[in-house]
Each structure stands twice: as structure tokens, then as C-alpha cells.
Nanobody, 123 residues
Framework: QVRLVESGGGLVQAGGSLRLSCAAS????????VGWFRQTPGKEREFVAV???????TYADSVKGRFTISRDNAKNTVWLQMNSLKPEDTAVYLC?????????????????WGQGTQVTVSS
């Protein structure tokens, strides 16, 4: 059974930073495409960043240059470092695993999801 647990969310002022983690049990993250998505009420899940099995990384244009995704294989954890946060980054952030291949930029390509962690950026 796969379990993904996100943590690290919270309330931060605009311009601040947060580091989110996605810890996995029951699966080895390196065997999957691991993505971060975010969701606000009434909107579809939005792609944020993805790291593939071969460590190729893709970011959404809205976070490029501010967010960094990385993977710690020893800890079976994927991180999302978020800098220069803006109020529009406010959302529930979720990590997900895909058994597929390619960049997997659409949430429909993912097989396992965590519960999410709330990020709130105040202006």
C-alpha cells in the first residue's frame, strides 16, 4: 500500500520561503515520476513541478526560478523549496506518483496522491 505524506506548509508573508516534503512509504520514489500540484477551491489541480526517474525536472512557468524540486533517495522523500512566495501561490499543495513515462504535467496521469498541505501567503 502506498502512502504519501506532505508536510511543511504554513502561513508566510509575501517574499518568504517554505520547504515542503513528500515522504513515501510502500513505494520507492525513484521508481516513479513524482509531481507537485496545487489546488484552490473551485479550480482544477494545477501543475507545479515534476521530477522524473532520470532526474529530468520541469516547472510550471508561474514558479520557474522561485521553486526547486529535489529528491532524497536515502530518505525516500521529495522536497519542494519555495522562495519568493506570492499571495497567488496560496493553495493546498499535493504530491503524487505516476507510473507513466514522460513529463506527466497533467494531474490525470498520476496514480497515487497525498492528502496535501496548506500554504498561505499573506500580502
Amino acid at each position: 500500500q502506498v502512502r504519501l505524506v506532505e508536510s511543511g506548509g504554513g502561513l508566510v508573508q509575501a517574499g518568504g520561503s517554505l520547504r515542503l516534503s513528500c515522504a513515501a512509504s510502500g513505494r520507492t520514489l525513484q521508481m516513479y515520476v513524482v509531481g507537485w500540484f496545487r489546488q484552490t477551491p473551485g479550480k482544477e489541480r494545477e501543475f507545479v513541478a515534476v521530477i522524473r526517474r532520470d532526474d529530468i525536472i520541469t516547472y510550471a512557468d508561474s514558479v520557474k526560478g522561485r521553486f526547486t524540486i529535489s529528491r532524497d533517495n536515502a530518505k525516500n522523500t521529495v522536497w519542494l523549496q519555495m522562495n519568493s512566495l506570492k499571495p497567488e501561490d496560496t493553495a493546498v499543495y499535493l504530491c503524487a506518483l505516476s507510473r507513466g513515462w514522460g513529463p506527466q504535467l497533467n494531474h490525470q496521469g498520476y496514480d497515487y496522491w497525498g492528502q496535501g498541505t496548506q500554504v498561505t501567503v499573506s500580502s
